[in-house]
């Protein structure tokens, strides 16, 4: 196969773990016959810093014409201003609405030589397995939003905005994936409260019903899911929500199985390229340390490998040789609970080394 993939490091260890799935994709290529040529773009802060914009058309364009997107992180204090012009995440934003991303897929799995780095109990953790579906192009993000005058000052306003059929085609990819898992389907919502999380309700259990009879289906209000994620996470399989309660429900989730860095996400569309990245964020502190850990990134160019250009034993290969990597005993600062720890390179080379076994 050749492919073009579209590299955007971003900010903080953006770079970093960025470098680290570009190679273990090459290592997929040399051993697979693939042909994979890679075009490195800005996003984030250093787009801001060159060129103004957070997603310089040159960048939007790049990954309009691939036929995948890595991405590392974005932001970091140096455009945390809240009231500058523009900020890094808005890059992010309007990346997903070029590509037309709207479901933003995160497999949330405890490893099992990992879940002593919980910071829940083993008997909690042990076998978890979720996959959550977010919303990704739609309600507080990207309704109608602003500031007006108040007698105390102030008042700003963000708007939820969701169409049924935003919501049919996410309920339909989750169960979709639901119905090659384990069959069960859990929708969040705020029903009790929120008009737009009446209609998610409707919308949804018509879906399942109609169309995926096979699916054990459940709603959940968004408190009682953020307390059920805690203490009983074996008992959910595919979790389906909107924007707001996805992207706070999937980094909770992602202590789970202890670190962030473990973590990766794909953000898909109907059709065109998708992007893939670490959940984690461009984590200042560390960056230029060589002390990050890349398995999410690496992690995330398997779901690329298996989304995008549907390489599923490519994709295998890949989480196998991760798995062997762990297996082996080796780890990086996060996951090393006080005991030796390798580089971030280091670590992207192991998981090399394993790849071409």
Do not use: C
């Given at each position: 196969m050749d492919a073009k993939i579209v590299l955007l490091p971003g900010d903080g260890i953006g770079p970093e773990v960025v470098a680290e799935g570009q190679k273990a994709l090459n290592a997929v290529a040399r051993k697979f016959g693939h042909r994979f040529t890679f075009e490195t773009c800005l996003i984030g802060g250093c787009a801001i810093d060159a060129t103004g914009s957070a997603l310089p058309d040159a960048t939007a364009a790049a990954c309009k014409s691939s036929q995948a997107v890595l991405l590392g992180a974005v932001g970091g204090p140096k455009w945390d201003d809240p009231r500058a012009k523009t900020?890094?995440?808005?890059?992010?934003?309007?990346?997903?609405?070029?590509?037309?991303?709207?479901?933003?897929?995160?497999?949330?799995?405890?490893?099992?030589?990992?879940?002593?780095?919980?910071?829940?109990?083993?008997?909690?953790?042990?076998?978890?397995?979720?996959?959550?579906?977010?919303?990704?192009?739609?309600?507080?993000?990207?309704?109608?939003?602003?500031?007006?005058?108040?007698?105390?000052?102030?008042?700003?306003?963000?708007?939820?905005?969701?169409?049924?059929?935003?919501?049919?085609?996410?309920?339909?990819?989750?169960?979709?994936?639901?119905?090659?898992?384990?069959?069960?389907?859990?929708?969040?919502?705020?029903?009790?409260?929120?008009?737009?999380?009446?209609?998610?309700?409707?919308?949804?259990?018509?879906?399942?019903?109609?169309?995926?009879?096979?699916?054990?289906?459940?709603?959940?209000?968004?408190?009682?899911?953020?307390m059920h994620l805690i203490s009983k996470p074996r008992s959910f399989d595919v979790i389906v929500t909107e924007n707001l309660f996805g992207d706070i429900l999937t980094d909770e989730g992602a202590m789970l199985p202890g670190s962030m860095g473990m973590l990766p996400s794909a953000s898909l569309g109907s059709s065109g390229p998708g992007l893939y990245e670490p959940i984690h964020g461009s984590a200042p502190d560390i960056a230029g340390k060589g002390i990050a850990n890349p398995l999410a990134t690496i992690l995330a160019a398997a779901m690329l490998l298996r989304h995008s250009l549907a390489l599923e034993t490519e994709a295998r290969a890949i989480e196998m040789a991760v798995d062997n990597v762990l297996n082996a005993g080796h780890r990086t600062s996060d996951i090393a609970a006080g005991s030796k720890s390798v580089s971030t390179s280091e670590m992207g080379s192991l998981v090399v080394a394993q790849l071409e076994k």
């Open positions: 900020r890094p995440e808005a890059g992010l934003l309007k990346i997903r609405k070029e590509l037309q991303l709207f479901a933003n897929v995160r497999p949330v799995r405890a490893y099992d030589v990992l879940v002593d780095a919980s910071p829940l109990k083993r008997e909690i953790v042990e076998g978890v397995d979720i996959l959550f579906f977010r919303e990704l192009t739609g309600g507080l993000y990207f309704g109608e939003s602003g500031r007006r005058p108040h007698p105390s000052g102030e008042e700003a306003f963000n708007t939820m905005i969701y169409n049924t059929s935003e919501i049919e085609r996410i309920t339909r990819m989750a169960a979709r994936a639901a119905q090659g898992r384990r069959k069960k389907l859990t929708q969040v919502d705020k029903a009790n409260v929120l008009e737009v999380s009446r209609l998610w309700r409707e919308v949804s259990q018509r879906i399942v019903r109609d169309e995926f009879p096979d699916v054990q289906y459940e709603v959940l209000l968004v408190d009682a899911m953020a």
